[in-house]
């Protein structure tokens, strides 16, 4: 099995950490450590809860805690909701609270590594809840603060973590190297049990990649490996041989999987009751006896031992009763199967057959998200909006600058003035001008510099957008045909084979939308770089909505146009326009009211002739805009973007290309939206009325 960390090494963590980054804080307080050190040890002799409520009824009755204090008990009880009772919501909870203590300390510089810790808490906690996306989020936070503080001991957490959910996507060789990746920079850490502990599940963790990769030579390297380290760091960081022995008999147990690839099944069962026998124990790692008691019922059914396979079923049924795990019971039904097909009790063997096709469908279903998930994808995308906040960040601090520059110059250009019209021509005033002169000039070198490298990073911007969404059109749109060939051809694949090739089309058309959306908002949008021509624009809004009316209907809605007699609705309306970009805002403005409308709703297109201007409104009464999104709705990448009322995937490209084509229009475009209720947007820009 893939090993994880338990809530006590964290804590060891936590307490090692404090003496080298918070020299600015309290230390914890001895009255506290004592109540943690009882709990530990209520933990270590399986009395969880109690050890949980021993913290609790300590903190409720103590108010002098200092913010190491606090935070220490915050993980102390967070590891217990997560290993232990898998309350993950309240794992997030805690992890909140750790943030919320270290930002009323106004220590942020001295508690990096607890906000890092905090990040990968609530990354765990959103993983294990199967919100793969916000989980990568807050991975991401985590490592980027980690490179801030030159912590390669938490990079090599946001290494692991991929490493993990790579290894439930079945992708070894990929999670192999990020294993390999954070052991590298585990290297780095400080002489600590935590790390020792970390460091040898990441060796194993490497083997058990390559096992299932099916290189079998590998993996017994890296077993062989692990077991060489852990018997090199004996005793020498906790007394307690548990700590030592329970490790390596998890190796062990993993070892027996390639003797059994093999065939040497008395070596492997020798091995796998060696491994039993250890992590049944109190205090050691149970779970993985039981696993490895599944493996050794497993191949006595091979043998055609009924005899012990069904003592050892029986062992295994009284572990699940004490420590439920469905993994260990989906195996558990399958074995029972076979036991009874083995005993010819055909009537057993089908209740068991169909218990295990129920458990394994619902294993299936459920770990159906993750197999889709573009895990890579989805952190170069992070890793992508970040440069580019960063960008965007540095640009601001640019105009900034420019602003200076440019008031210095104003400034000095008055004080010219001044000197002109009331100094004398005396000597000291000419040198004075002269000065005055060389200053204006440096200023205005450095304002065109300033000028020239704003200009230049707008341009690279707008490269980077282009470049990589071109990038990424044609691999995409390779995927969607050989996606098609296979969907054609799809007369032998099962239901759910379908439905993933079908998945597979659908994340593909949307990502090369979003690729075409991404390329046209880098190019510049301007009077100076369009064609013009008179257009009729009832007649284009008229086709427009005739197009969508189709997209409408499939959610059973109805676009409605009109065009008030008294406001040109009887008059021809032309506008000296780029067709194309006209429209585009046009089918977008509708486009946004469908995908945000109900079903059986109505939507109302209005087309007016007031003043030499030309507003189209479209009218919606659907989901509405919340207060706090209405200021980022025209932002390129903004934050406002959510999916329709049917799932339709937001982009949150489209509203800023229509206000740069109105803005090149000498238009623009606003609105009006209350949440829940519907939204109105306007287009407006100059037109000719015919009559």
Known sequence: MVKTITGLFVLIFIACSCQSTDKKLSASTPAFDSVLARADRLYDSGDKINALDTVIAYRAHTSNLSVIDEINYYTFCSEIYRKDLRDYDRYIAYADSIIAVADKSGQHKNLRSRYVHAYNMKADALFAKGLYNESYEYYFQAKVLAKETGDSCELSKFSYSLGMALYRQQRYLESAHYFIESYDEAAQCRDAFIYFYHKQELLDNIGLCYFKAQQYDSAMMYYLKTLRYIDSNYMRFDKRESVYLSPKAVVLGN?????????????????????????????????????????????????????????????????????????????????????????????????????????????????????TTDIDGRIKNIEQQYQINLRNKKSEYEKIYLFVVTLIALMALVIVLLVLKNGSRSRNNVVMLTKLNDQINEQKEKLEKAIAELNLKERDKSRILRSVAHDVMNPISSIIALTDILINESDNYS??????????????????????????????????????????????????VELLSFRA???????????????????????????????????????????FSFENSVIEVTLEFISGKVCISVKDTGMGIPERSKPYIFDMFTQAKVPGTSGEMPYGLGLSISLQIAKAHHGNIWFESQEGKGSVFHFEFPAKNSA
């Not at 008294?566 to 977008?588: M, S, T």
């Open 495 to 544: 239901e759910d084979h379908k439905e993933i090739l079908i998945l597979i089309k659908e994340a593909c058309n949307n990502s090369l939308g979003l690729s075409k959306n991404i390329v046209e908002a880098a190019m510049d949008i301007d009077e100076g770089n369009m064609g013009k021509e008179w257009v009729d624009l009832k007649k284009l809004t008229a086709n427009c």
């Open 553 to 595: 209907n499939a959610k059973k809605q109805q676009i409605i146009i009109t065009i008030p007699p008294e406001r040109g609705g009887n008059d021809d309306i032309l506008g000296f326009v780029n067709k194309e970009k006209i429209w585009r805002v046009i089918n977008n403005l509708i486009a946004n009211a469908i995908k």
């Open 255 to 371: 070892i027996a999987d390639i003797f059994i690839k093999y065939k040497n099944y008395d070596t492997a069962k020798a091995m796998l009751k060696k491994s039993i026998n250890v992590n049944l124990q109190k205090g050691y790692t149970n779970s993985d006896a039981v696993l490895n008691q599944v493996k050794l019922a497993n191949l006595y059914l091979r043998e055609d031992n009924s005899a012990d396979a069904r003592i050892v079923l029986q062992d295994i049924k009284a572990e699940l009763d004490s420590i439920p795990d469905k993994q260990v019971e989906l195996s558990w039904d399958k074995l029972m199967w076979q036991y009874y097909e083995h005993e010819k009790d055909t009537v057993k063997a089908h209740r068991y057959t169909l218990a295990y096709l129920a458990l394994n469908d619902s294993f299936t279903a459920s770990n159906k998200t993750l197999m």
